[in-house]
Every structure is written in structure tokens, then in C-alpha cells.
């Protein structure tokens, strides 16, 4: 098991404050409750600033399953990156009945919760690299944390979130947005 790496407090977050955590959901076994039910859960370990616009989207890897949901949320927490990971998502996933298949990553889930960003941090917390990798390459993770602060600065990249999502054209075969789908 890997350490994390120290967390170091930048500027616009001082240390002792509330941590700015934006986090990635999705989900395609009854998405339609367990979004707004992981964003319900999420709320007693912060307060959630602002959340995405849904996504329906197609599966990756393992495409013989049904289309995902997925959305991002930012949530302000005086919680750890590691602790948010321990104590709350881990959690959170448990209680909505996460199923982790060892044998297909990409397995129908209830619930996948992922901090794609934290503060200005880049960390590694377990096998988990935060800024999540995926961001740059996965317009159903660009396109909704875009939609929390167009502005923030990709840590690594200096890219700004817009700047990222604008690389992925929505194509409305493989995104659609789903305005039917409240998470409060």
C-alpha cells in the first residue's frame, strides 16, 4: 500500500480551512436514485457548493452493460483527502451497496465515487493519483467538473477546466445531458 504524499496547503485554501474537493459520480444500476442519494450522503461530511448537470454516457472497457449517469459535485470539507477517501466515500459507496469486481474494473456499479480534484493538490492516496489521470482524457469527467469552476487551474497542466472540456466536443451518440435527473 502506498503512502500519500504530504499535503501541502497553496494558496487560495490556507491550511486549517475547508478543503475544496471536487468529486466524480457515476453510476448505471438504478442511477437515478443512487446520484441523488450519494449526493444526500456526501452532504454530511461538508458542505456541497455546486453540482453538475447529469450525463447519460456509454460504458468503457466493458461495454455489455447499460449506459452510466455521471456528474461531478464540489464539496467544502474540513476532511483529509485521505480521510475523505476512508471515512466518507468508501462509506458512502458501502451503504449503496458498491460491488467492486477484482476481475473487471469496469463492472456495473450502484456508486462510483472518485475525488478527481483536491484543493491544488497532487497526491497519491492508495493506488488513486489525484488529479485523477482520467480528467484529460475523459470528456464525462472534463465536462461536468467544468461545470463546477470553468476557472480553476488543472494543478499539473496549468490547463483550466474549460480549457480541458472544450477539447471534447459533446457527441450527442456517446453524451447526452439529463435534465430529468435532479441531485438537488
Not at 30 to 55: I, M, Y
Not at 69 to 79: K, Q, R, S, V
Not at 140 to 145: E, Q, V
Request: glycine share 4%.
Amino acid at each position: 500500500m502506498q503512502r500519500s504524499q504530504p499535503v501541502v496547503c497553496p494558496p487560495p485554501v490556507e491550511c486549517g480551512s475547508a478543503h475544496r474537493a471536487f468529486l466524480a459520480l457515476g453510476s448505471n444500476i438504478a442511477p437515478e436514485e443512487n446520484l441523488p442519494a450519494a449526493v444526500r450522503l456526501l452532504a454530511a461530511f461538508g458542505t456541497v457548493r455546486k453540482v453538475s448537470s447529469v450525463w447519460e454516457t456509454l460504458p468503457v472497457g466493458f461495454t455489455d452493460q447499460p449506459n452510466f449517469l455521471n456528474a461531478a459535485l464540489l464539496l467544502e470539507t474540513d476532511l483529509s483527502a485521505r480521510d475523505l477517501w476512508l471515512d466518507a466515500i468508501r462509506k458512502i459507496e458501502q451503504s449503496l451497496h458498491r460491488v467492486r469486481d477484482r476481475h473487471n474494473r469496469n463492472a456495473p456499479r450502484t456508486i462510483d465515487i472518485d475525488i478527481a480534484l483536491f484543493n491544488r493538490n497532487v497526491l497519491t492516496i492508495e493506488h488513486r493519483r489525484i488529479p485523477d489521470p482520467d480528467l484529460l482524457e475523459r470528456p464525462f469527467l472534463a465536462i461536468p467538473l467544468a461545470e463546477l469552476d470553468p476557472d480553476y487551474v488543472h494543478p499539473q497542466t496549468g490547463q483550466t477546466l474549460s480549457g480541458i472540456a472544450a477539447r471534447f466536443p459533446i457527441d450527442t451518440s456517446t453524451m447526452r445531458l439529463r435534465d430529468d435527473v435532479p441531485l438537488g
